[in-house]
Structures are given as structure tokens and as C-alpha cells.
């Protein structure tokens, strides 16, 4: 098998920018953002990933993953945190299955 190549091309400037603005809007909306903002990082890390020269895509929205935050939100405080973990895994699935492969011609067009 083959050597797996990972590169990132992320800027920290950038990572600043999506930070600074998903604090100030989490804060705003008392936590309500927090959907809109983990869907807005892994946009961000998504973008700037590739594998083997593969780009992916990001194209899951804060309003599809809104409701299951709030489920899991909701029974973590019921169960005094013991849900935290399954509740994690929920969501890392969800964000999981949100990736998609991109061709290579949309990847050309692809600005990182």
C-alpha cells in the first residue's frame, strides 16, 4: 500500500477570524450559535484539507444540526453529563457524514 500524503493549508489568520467571530455571536445569542458555529469551523478545516491530492467539502448547515445539539444539550443536563459522551459521538457523526469528496475540476476552481 501506497504512502498516505496529508497536507493543510490553513492560515492562522483565518482560524482567528472564524474564532473571533463564532465567541462574539455564541455570546450574543447566549449559546444558540454554537450549531452554526462548529458547522462554520469544519467548513474552514474541510476547505483548507487534502488527502492524496483529494479535496473535501464541508456541507453540513447549523440548522440541520441544530436540533440534534439541542437533544443532546438537553438530555446531558438531564442526566447530570452522563449523556456527554454519547451525545458527542452523535454529533461527530453527523459532522462525519456532512464530507464530501470534491472532483477534480470543482477542486481547480476550490479557492483555499
Given at each position: 500500500m501506497g504512502k498516505i500524503r496529508l497536507n493543510f493549508y490553513g492560515k492562522g489568520e483565518n482560524l482567528l477570524w472564524i474564532n473571533l467571530v463564532n465567541f462574539f455571536l455564541i455570546l450574543i445569542t447566549l449559546g444558540l450559535n454554537i450549531p452554526w458555529a462548529i458547522c462554520r469551523?469544519?467548513?474552514?478545516?474541510?476547505?483548507?484539507?487534502?488527502i492524496n491530492d483529494k479535496r473535501f467539502k464541508f456541507v453540513g448547515k447549523g440548522s440541520e444540526l441544530f436540533p440534534l445539539y439541542f437533544v443532546v444539550s438537553l438530555l446531558s443536563i438531564i442526566t447530570l453529563g452522563i449523556y456527554i459522551p454519547f451525545g458527542y459521538c452523535k454529533i461527530m457523526k453527523w459532522l462525519a457524514s456532512k464530507v464530501e469528496i470534491i472532483d477534480s475540476d470543482e477542486a481547480e476552481n476550490f479557492d483555499i
Open positions: 469551523y469544519n467548513r474552514w478545516y474541510y476547505r483548507n484539507l487534502s
